[in-house]
Nanobody, 122 residues
């Protein structure tokens, strides 16, 4: 079973920045749409951002603060998170789907990572 690998999480103060990375051993990120999800304690998982060969999308709650990008040569997708807020705390997962980003976050994902924890605290 192929699996994505996230890294880059950690503890950060409000207003700080983190960059998450998602690598895909065994397959190429440009073949799939790569999504970032997050799950805060006690809350449902929510879609954050997506990138594919046609473009990218980002959810309204992080627009202007988070940016998604990818490096095909490194087979890695990044989530740059700036101006972090307390409510950004959660486990961040990346997931790959053959569906395009314009289908939204509720489509089925083919592969998932195990997640990386982001904690925003003073």
């Amino acid at each position: 079973q192929l699996q994505l690998v996230e890294s880059g999480g950690g503890l950060m103060q409000p207003g700080g920045s983190l960059r998450l990375s998602c690598t895909a051993p065994g397959f190429t990120v440009d073949y799939y749409a790569i999504n970032w999800f997050r799950q805060a304690p006690g809350k449902e998982r929510e879609g954050v951002s997506c990138i594919d060969n046609t473009g990218d999308s980002i959810t309204d709650s992080v627009k202007g603060r988070f940016t998604i990008s990818r490096d095909i040569a490194k087979n890695t997708v990044y989530l740059q998170m700036n101006s972090l807020k307390f409510e950004d705390t959660g486990v961040y997962y990346c997931a790959a789907t053959i569906n395009r980003c314009n289908r939204g976050f509720r489509v089925g994902m083919n592969y998932w990572g195990k997640g990386t924890l982001v904690t925003v605290s003073s």
